[in-house]
């Protein structure tokens, strides 16, 4: 695997098949998610011993706990006995053990292993516990965000995934200060990248989002590339929009103090401005379905701040959702008006992606020329994809 530069002119890179294709949808899960990092909780969630989180990684159902000494570990949330998925989606407290609750095989939280089993001596004499952990991953932190490896040894050690970052001090607050807001889960139907391109793409934050963000337009904003992520930095003026207090951006050479956005590769992200934060991860469904899972906290406003113009702020309007497990659930069929109505720009997004995907099977459709001012982002994660799934020789 070598990490690509960043590129300086724009191109698109990837066959448009890997939008739609499910061949190349295995071959992603297979070669790329199998081995990569995601966000999958906050330190918070997993306060005191024997707290988890059951997340859903990509493909795997996995759980994060807090152990005895205080360190968090990873597991597969799938039992040794006969794979049932042990805890729901959600968080809870585990401190005397992961019980699957088929048939109440009980493994411990500090290494995964087998404690015991109903009846085993009827049932499975001569069997050895310690044959049956488990299945471990792996646990990396930056801040109060906790990332997540499927792999119990990863290809990528998480202090080399994170490049330049430091582990700490990347946001300008800590999420002990701000009050979280209900998480949302988008549905959305398109390829995940389709989705990730276009929170990538600066070039269109002018003219999609006219109404909502109004820019910045692509002279005002720049990226750098930390190892195999993007990170994105606003500036100019433009008093509707939050700024993010940064003289300059931790593990980067840029400064600004305008909203900053870091792209995780593959799929998790974080948006930090001085009055909210939001982490997401876009999780790949099938070749054109994917959903975003979007959690926002909101810093309290300095008492000096004014309130903000209404309907100029993102994602989190009361546009047709449904509430379930205390989640939001939004998708375009159930909004009450046009999506480019909703004044909602995380809304106006989920519609032109799927627009874009629409159009995808067209034989007319081919990529054209990408910005160079704006779209070289699309080249850096298009070529980190490719040193991950390279295409096959023809
Ligand atoms: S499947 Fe978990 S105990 Fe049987
Ligand atoms: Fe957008």
Sequence with gaps: MTVPPKPNKARQLLPKQCYYSSTWF???HR???SRSWTFACTAQDV???GDYKAVQINRYPMIVVRTRDGSLRAYHNTCRHRGTQI???GAGNCRHGIVCPYHAWTYNIDDGSLRGLP???LCFAGMNLADWPLHSGSVGTIGDLVFVNPMAQPDEDFDTWIGSMPRTHMWPHSLEGLSEKRPIRYDIHCNWKVFCENAMDGYHLSYLHDKTLMGPDVEDQDWDAVHRHWVSIGFGENPSRENSHYATIPGTAMSGRRPVVWQFFPNSGVLATSIFFSAY???PVGPERCYLELRTWMAPRPKDEKPKEEGRRSGTSGHGHIMKDGRRYISIDELGCHAME???FQIEDMWVVEQQQKALHS???KTGELADYGETSLTFFQANILDMVPLEAP
């Design 26 to 28: 295995e071959r992603e």
């Design 31 to 33: 070669e790329l998610f």
């Design 47 to 49: 306060l005191h011993v």
């Design 87 to 89: 805890f729901e989606e």
């Design 119 to 121: 009846k085993k001596d």
């Design 281 to 283: 991860v876009i999780v």
């Design 342 to 344: 909703a004044l909602d």
């Design 363 to 365: 034989p007319m459709m």
